[in-house]
């Protein structure tokens, strides 16, 4: 049996999936998580209602050998790890170079490892994974998917900063991110539901890091994140699109070390200071702590009008999709984002809401709402075979 291995390193974790090369395309046997969160760090396994945890003993390095050399024997115990064909990657950044998956190679990672300074949370965990396994695996052809392809149909207004022509001649523009998760959902919304997938939808990924795609029949016409993964909407720990003049307030005024500020707008930011509690939604929602309901409230306030602002890019608005950690399992965000879009004719089910249905507003709602679960990993399996063609198959 030939398989494929993918990678998608997210902010604090990577998420693995083990697949089968049918004809019919990459079915998943096996999907890992490593938590880099967690000392010792844990590999979650599971397929089905199958969950097994290790503790793995590799310390996270530069170099991630070990770690994935420990993670390939635990999945190799659990699992038939097959004939290994390819290794696909999610990498967060591809600029302006890249506009559909390509192989990796020496040009190709150089490209990668180019704008590893527009995406600092994602990008080197990306680049440590593909040398990891170029190391253990030399012979295995690899792959990258970049989440900012899938915006590269947006019209250069949606991309454009206000500021100097000369800086976005360099780059300095909207990319947008999650590209992969969107992909997935516009071909999902298709199957489910192809009469709202072919007109105006909203789509909210709302994971750890938490972004919005304005589709039309399923291609980006606009998304909330920009240049780097901190714009748009507040996340659980990163702050969201943030008045430029406090920057300078911090940098100049507070004398605070660009490192510094880094490290405050993308870690200690969003549900986290906010709430100065957690950065999980489980957390805020259990707690009595008027900090916590904080949090969340301005959380759904600017999803809410995130979501507008989207709709105004469309020229209206005909559903709204959840999805992702947040998205797909709480109930009370998704009822506080569509009340405030009553006004907009978007009416909540709250019984299909409570339920995590995959449709979630009422047969009366001149919105359709929906729930539905991301798959980024199959994505970048099928994205790996469509480039490897014959060679992975
Ligand atoms: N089963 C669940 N029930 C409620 N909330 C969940 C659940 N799973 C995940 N979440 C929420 O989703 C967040 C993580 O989202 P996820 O999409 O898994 O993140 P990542 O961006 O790391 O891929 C968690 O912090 C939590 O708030
Ligand atoms: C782009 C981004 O923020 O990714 P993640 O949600 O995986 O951190
Ligand atoms: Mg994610």
């Given at each position: 049996m030939k398989t494929l291995l993918t990678f998608n390193a997210g902010s604090s974790t990577v998420k693995i999936g083990l697949f089968a090369l049918r004809a019919g395309g990459p079915d998943r046997i096996a999907r890992g998580v490593i938590d880099f969160r967690h000392d010792p760090l844990t590999l979650r396994v599971s397929e089905g209602e199958r969950r097994i945890e290790t503790a793995l003993e590799a310390r996270p390095d530069e170099d991630l050998s070990g770690i994935l050399s420990e993670t390939l024997a635990v999945l190799g115990r659990h699992f038939d790890?097959?004939?290994?064909a390819a290794a696909g990657h999610r990498v967060v950044h591809g600029g302006d170079r890249f506009d559909g998956p390509v192989p990796l190679d020496a040009d190709t990672i150089a490209a990668v490892d180019a704008l590893t300074a527009l995406a600092p949370l994602h990008q080197p965990q990306s680049l440590r994974l593909i040398r990891a396994i170029a190391g253990l695996l030399p012979d295995l052809p690899q792959t990258a998917s970049f989440?900012?392809?899938?915006?590269?149909?947006?019209d250069a207004l949606v991309r454009?900063?206000?500021?100097?022509r000369a800086l976005h001649d360099r780059g300095i523009k909207r990319y947008g991110f999650h590209g992969l998760s969107y992909r997935f959902i516009a071909s999902e919304l298709a199957r489910v539901a192809p009469e709202a997938a072919s007109g105006r939808v909203v789509v909210a990924h709302l994971g750890s890091g938490a972004s919005l795609c304005g589709m039309l029949g399923g291609i980006?016409?606009?998304?909330?994140?920009?240049?780097?993964?901190?714009?748009g909407i507040p996340m659980a720990t990163r702050c969201g699109a943030l008045d430029p003049g406090v920057l300078l307030h911090l940098l100049r005024?507070?004398?605070?070390?660009p490192t510094e500020v880094e490290d405050l707008l993308y870690?200690?930011?969003g549900l986290l200071g906010v709430s100065g509690?957690?950065?999980d939604s489980r957390d805020l929602l259990a707690s009595d702590a008027p900090e916590a309901r904080e949090a969340i409230d301005l959380f759904t306030f600017r999803i809410a009008g995130e979501i507008a602002r989207l709709a105004a890019t469309l020229g209206g608005l005909d559903a709204v999709v959840f999805t992702a950690g947040v998205g797909e399992n709480q109930p009370a965000v998704r009822a506080a984002v569509c009340k405030r879009l009553g006004w907009l004719g978007l009416d909540l089910d709250p019984a299909a809401n409570a339920a995590n249905t995959t449709r979630i507003g009422t047969?009366?709602?001149?919105i359709a709402a929906f729930v539905i679960a991301t798959d980024e990993e199959q994505v970048i399996a099928e994205e790996t075979i469509s480039i490897l063609g014959d060679t992975a198959g």
């Open positions: 790890l097959g004939d290994v989440d900012t392809a899938f915006h590269r149909t947006n454009r900063f206000a500021i100097p980006s016409r606009d998304t909330s994140m920009g240049f780097s993964t901190l714009d005024r507070e004398g605070r070390m870690h200690e930011s509690i957690s950065a047969p009366a709602s001149r």
